[in-house]
């Protein structure tokens, strides 16, 4: 018989960092789950992206047992990290803070791919674009 699922918890955890402090540990232990447990696992799962955010969906069972998956980080972290900026701009129309080409958004968005609703690459690249416009971020050809 399949477990019964009590709660779904997203969180966005740095890669290979995890720690009970922070937000782990209350988001977890309000679920009564083995905290440092979990931390060593998901530490484990994600020391080859050592720093990335990392988007972390935890499926918690009744029986206090729980799985989990990682995702690809944020379209907005892989676009900063693309073209080497620190952050988006505050005011996305008046000021611009860095260009993205094709290239480099087609790359992004074979990286997101897995976590977009997008059906092809094209659709995927589109999502991305839009996502770095709204960081202040020009796409070029």
Same mark, same amino acid.
């Given at each position: /018989?399949?477990?019964?699922?009590?709660?779904?918890? #997203?969180?966005?955890?740095?890669?290979? =960092?995890?720690?009970?402090?922070?937000?782990?540990?209350?988001?977890?232990?309000? &679920?009564?789950?083995?905290?440092?447990?979990?931390?060593?696992?998901?530490?484990?799962?994600? #020391?080859?992206?050592?720093?990335?955010?990392?988007?972390?969906?935890?499926?918690?069972?009744?029986?206090?047992?729980?799985?989990?998956?990682?995702?690809? !980080?944020? !379209?907005?972290?892989?676009?900063?990290? !693309?073209?080497?900026? =620190?952050?988006?701009?505050?005011?996305?129309?008046?000021?611009?803070?860095?260009?993205?080409?094709?290239?480099?958004?087609?790359?992004?968005?074979? #990286?997101?791919?897995?976590?977009?609703?997008? &059906?092809?690459?094209? !659709?995927?690249?589109?999502?991305?674009?839009?996502?770095?416009? =709204? /960081?202040?971020?020009?796409?070029?050809?």
């Amino acid at each position: /018989m399949a477990k019964k699922v009590k709660t779904v918890l #997203k969180l966005v955890i740095i890669g290979g =960092q995890a720690s009970p402090g922070g937000k782990v540990g209350p988001a977890l232990g309000q &679920h009564g789950l083995n905290i440092a447990e979990f931390c060593q696992k998901f530490n484990e799962a994600t #020391k080859n992206r050592q720093g990335e955010l990392t988007p972390v969906e935890i499926t918690v069972f009744e029986d206090r047992t729980y799985t989990f998956i990682t995702k690809v !980080a944020p !379209a907005s972290e892989l676009i900063k990290k !693309a073209i080497n900026i =620190q952050k988006g701009s505050g005011e996305t129309l008046k000021k611009k803070v860095g260009k993205i080409t094709k290239a480099q958004l087609r790359e992004v968005a074979e #990286k997101k791919m897995p976590d977009l609703n997008a &059906h092809d690459i094209d !659709a995927a690249m589109k999502t991305i674009a839009g996502t770095a416009r =709204q /960081m202040g971020v020009e796409v070029v050809d």
